[in-house]
């Protein structure tokens, strides 16, 4: 592979999973992703259990290192969107592939839940990978 592959993760908040889901694609897949997260509706900062569950996990202080953003922030060429299954509206964003992991937001259900949705985000991060690496996808 020649380039990282530009990937944008997007919910409507970006406060939790599209956090969360940038956040491990830097942790995990620094390697192979340049990665981006944005919302169409932004909240005043990133959820705090998602911030401790990735502190936790990784060591990595997503408060220190991320910002929340709008879709104005991305880059101007994306090779893959991301968005988490919120039922938001993205205006158009080019991009050579699109999809929606279909998440359900953990926020305000406890530490189970976002457990589970961290497990989630790295299993289909890991699926996006391998895709991408077996040129299953179009980019």
Not at 46 to 71: H, R, S, W
Request: charged share 30%; hydrophobic share 35%; with cysteine.
């Amino acid at each position: 592979m020649k380039h990282k592959i530009k990937v944008a993760f997007v919910c409507t908040h970006n406060s939790c999973r599209s956090q969360m889901s940038e956040a491990v694609a830097k942790m995990d897949h620094a390697d192979f992703f340049e990665p981006y997260s944005a919302g169409t509706h932004l909240k005043p900062r990133i959820n705090p259990d998602a911030v401790a569950l990735i502190k936790k996990t990784y060591d990595y202080d997503m408060e220190d290192t991320q910002f929340n953003k709008k879709l104005d922030h991305l880059p101007d060429s994306l090779d893959v969107l991301v968005t988490m299954g919120c039922g938001v509206e993205c205006p158009y964003v080019p991009v050579k592939h699109r999809e929606d992991w279909n998440l359900d937001d953990p926020t305000g259900q406890g530490d189970a839940a976002f457990n589970e949705t961290l497990a989630t985000i790295q299993k289909k991060m890991k699926d996006l990978r391998n895709r991408i690496e077996n040129n299953d996808l179009p980019l």
